[in-house]
């Protein structure tokens, strides 16, 4: 596995306006070629968020399959923890504001 970089983010923050989506659509798509040694493939992933209710395409994102898996395993072990506060009768005890990286980066 390499080993993770440190990325450097700019001084001054971007803003960025969140956008609401209310659906997701999910596409792959798998090349093929035949070469000398036999068949190589490769594959993408492709993600489409969508406003329905204004009938927009908000945002679309293409990924490898790699970080699709890294992007669902955070996704799954972050939505269970909320779920479990979400649960939970008490006040939280600090912000369940996590950041977290597919491993790559740092």
Do not use: C, W
């Not at 983010?9 to 803003?15: D, E, K, L, M, Q």
């Not at 956008?19 to 190589?40: Q, S």
């Not at 908000?58 to 799954?76: F, G, Y």
């Amino acid at each position: 596995m390499a080993e993770p970089q440190k990325v450097q983010i700019r001084g001054t923050p971007a803003i960025v306006k969140p956008l609401f989506a209310d659906e997701v659509m999910l596409g792959i798509t798998v090349k093929a070629t035949t070469t000398e040694e036999g068949v190589k493939k490769e594959g993408l992933v492709r993600l489409s968020f969508l406003d329905v209710v204004r009938g927009q395409l908000l945002a679309e994102i293409v990924i490898t399959p790699a970080t699709a898996k890294s992007l669902s395993k955070i996704l799954n072990s972050d939505l269970k923890r909320m779920d479990e506060e979400l649960k939970s009768k008490k006040l939280p005890e600090k912000p369940l504001i996590k950041e977290e990286t597919t491993g790559y980066i740092y």
